[in-house]
């Protein structure tokens, strides 16, 4: 009780700080980019890498740096009990932005907003603020906690993949990417790749192409198709009544002679939270499937995505693998990239699968979905992450967060993949309180200026009480 005073008297005056060091990080561009020398994952994840350990450096904290891949932040020489895992890397920003750009940060009525404030250069600074609270108070640990702070979590964590070439687990390793009280399951993962092929055909009306989606783990937002041979006053009725049967916004254009672009967007969010977004690509393809087309291939792939990706599915039910379990819940599934052209389609799907999935009632029942509509589909299933909830250290970390919120922690299921999901006994703990909406990976990203301050406090507890 007296540490826990303690630390809550070092944040009194801490507000002003923690919004410096987010903003500081967050007005860094840090998608990733290009390789080169010393910068595996191109000049934005590198110059954030190079800001927050300065950052730390200001903090009187010890800085180290893995080639570009990982940076390290220590709190003494001893041994090392805990790790700690941040990453700087951010997803593309996309568009529908509001309160702000997405790289130029802002605080409206308690709440920070941009790029990356919550997934996780928001953790980050915490974390770092965590650590330096308790090295000013000069608490007596006795082992060390390292702050790993790494570059390509949103692309693979080939960053942290190499550090563990080099580097042995510790023996607790948490992460503040994610949401209180512990999140201790983290759901397998299933993204296959689909496709069909067929011989160009000129036959009018016709799709020409499509697009959509910017990664596999983004629900995409927004998609576009060109059509051929259909006139703009018969597709406009269709457009508004599309509107209202998608919830999508459909925007139509000249794209050349007798062609027309149409444009979806819907509302963009994580793939591991399909049923929080709008998929653009499912509306536009429900919109395209209505309009008549003259018989081709080409329509016939349209049709068959329709009826085993139907716009809205979220669960899987169209493919034959909607499946739930008592403690992750519920497969989800996102069809996140689409392209067509004259000659063929492809898609990749990210699904997020339960503890109950496997090979039998998951990849085999897709393949054979797909192969019954003529696609050919290939994808290998990643096995979910799962750290007992009894544990003395997941113990440990729900007590702090009782200690500083007054509520009951309890461990939970999640369907996306934090940074510790390849880590043996890791656990992703905050920063996120219950109930508040992040919009991560979507536009106007956010989180709580109290709640960021909360969660430093409760990493500083938990530091001080697994590192003594």
């Not at 800085?63 to 001893?78: F, I, M, P, Q, S």
């Not at 928001?122 to 790993?148: E, I, K, Q, W």
């Not at 599934?333 to 997020?352: A, I, P, Q, W």
Request: hydrophobic content about 35%; charged content about 20%; glycine content about 12%.
């Amino acid at each position: 009780m007296e540490l826990q005073a303690q630390i809550d008297a070092y944040f009194q005056d801490k507000r002003a700080l923690l919004i410096q060091g987010v903003s500081r990080l967050v007005s860094i561009p840090s998608v990733r980019g290009e390789a080169r020398p010393g910068a595996p994952f191109g000049e934005g994840p590198d110059r954030a890498l190079k800001e927050a350990l300065a950052l730390a450096g200001e903090l009187g904290l010890k800085a180290g740096n893995y080639e570009g891949y990982v940076g390290t932040v220590d709190l003494n020489d001893r041994e090392t009990a805990l790790h700690i895992l941040c990453h700087l890397d951010v997803v593309d920003p996309g568009a529908g932005w509001t309160v702000t750009e997405p790289f130029s940060p802002v605080e409206r009525d308690g709440t920070l907003y941009g790029r990356g404030v919550a997934d996780d250069k928001g953790p980050a600074v915490a974390s770092l603020l965590a650590m330096a609270c308790l090295r000013d108070l000069n608490v007596p640990l006795t082992r060390n906690a390292r702050l790993l702070l790494g570059t390509d979590e949103e692309s693979g964590s080939r960053d942290i993949a190499y550090y563990y070439q080099h580097e042995d687990f510790a023996p607790c390793a948490f992460s503040p990417d994610g949401e209180f009280p512990v999140i201790h399951i983290e759901k397998g993962r299933y993204a296959p790749t689909f496709s069909r092929q067929w011989e160009p055909d000129g036959g009018l009306p016709r799709l020409v192409s499509f697009q959509g989606g910017v990664r596999p783990n983004v629900l995409p937002a927004d998609a576009e198709a060109v059509i051929e041979g259909l006139p703009m006053h018969l597709l406009m009725p269709r457009a508004q009544l599309g509107t209202r049967i998608t919830g999508a916004e459909y925007r139509l254009s000249p794209a050349g002679p007798n062609r027309i672009r149409i444009f979806a967007h819907g509302r963009g969010c994580h793939a591991s939270t399909p049923e929080q977004g709008l998929n653009g690509i499912t509306a536009l393809l429900e919109l395209l499937g209505v309009l008549p087309f003259a018989e081709s291939e080409s329509k016939n792939a349209l049709h068959a995505l329709l009826d085993l990706l139907p716009h809205r599915d979220t669960t899987g039910k169209g493919l034959g693998i909607a499946m739930s379990d008592q403690d992750s819940g519920a497969l989800t599934l996102s069809l996140s990239l689409l392209e067509f052209t004259e000659s063929g389609v492809t898609g990749t799907l990210d699904c997020r699968t339960p503890l109950c999935a496997d090979e039998r009632n998951c990849r085999r029942r897709a393949e054979k979905a797909f192969a019954d509509k003529g696609f050919s589909c290939q994808g290998e299933m990643a096995p979910p992450h799962h750290t007992s909830a009894g544990s003395p250290f997941v113990q440990t970390l729900l007590d702090c967060y009782r200690s500083y919120t007054g509520q009951p922690g309890e461990c939970i299921a999640i369907g996306g993949g934090t940074y510790v999901h390849n880590i043996p006994g890791g656990v992703a703990f905050g920063p996120v309180m219950p109930g508040f909406e992040t919009n991560m990976h979507g536009p106007d990203e956010r989180i709580g200026v109290s709640d960021l301050l909360t969660a430093a406090k409760i990493y500083a507890l938990a530091i001080a009480r697994l590192c003594t």
